[in-house]
């Protein structure tokens, strides 16, 4: 999401300059950040090592749980989703200082059933996902909610720079 934003900031600041203009941009994030990561979790976004090794004090039994329950590293995972809310939020705060009449909104879709999450998991979770996970459809609700909705151009101040979870 940082990479592709930044290159189409010029087009969109561009188009917000209309005056009729609805740009939003919407950054899919997860829940995960909430979940997936302990309480005090610390954040080490200070330098560029935070790309390469992202939670270097975390412990390894952490990480081995995660890949041996989930397929993969939930922690990663939950780190890099977190990042993206706190992208949105803080293209949000740049926006509004400059006046740019732009909405960033960061979403959780939902728990949805696609073919990464049959593809990365094991057994287990594959096969509760299938139970319990809504379809692909639904889960694009909230995404499309954020970036079509007269609701959002009518209350703006409620939803720039916020993180939606589907009601």
């Known amino acids: 999401p940082f990479v592709l934003t930044n290159r189409l900031l010029p087009l969109l600041k561009n188009a917000s300059r209309d005056e009729n203009a609805d740009v939003r941009i919407i950054n899919v994030s997860s829940t995960a950040h909430i979940s997936m990561l302990p309480v005090h979790f610390n954040f080490n976004f200070d330098s560029a090592t935070c790309f390469r090794d992202p939670v270097?004090?975390?412990?390894?039994?952490?990480?081995?749980l995660g890949k041996f329950f989930f397929g993969f590293d939930m922690i990663r995972y939950g780190?890099?989703?977190?990042?993206?809310?706190?992208?949105?939020?803080e293209l949000q705060r740049r926006f509004d200082e400059q006046g740019l009449p732009i909405i960033c909104i960061a979403v959780h879709p939902g728990e949805v059933l696609t073919e990464g999450v049959l593809a990365i998991n094991n057994l287990l979770v594959r096969a509760?996902?299938?139970?319990?996970?809504?379809?692909?459809?639904?889960g694009a609700a909230n995404s499309l909610f954020a970036a079509a909705a007269t609701e959002v151009r009518e209350n703006v101040e409620k939803y720039k720079g916020k993180f939606l979870i589907p009601v």
């Open 128 to 138: 509760i996902a299938r139970m319990s996970f809504i379809s692909a459809e639904q």
């Open 56 to 64: 270097p004090s975390y412990p390894w039994q952490w990480r081995f």
């Open 79 to 89: 780190v890099s989703k977190a990042a993206v809310v706190l992208f949105t939020q």
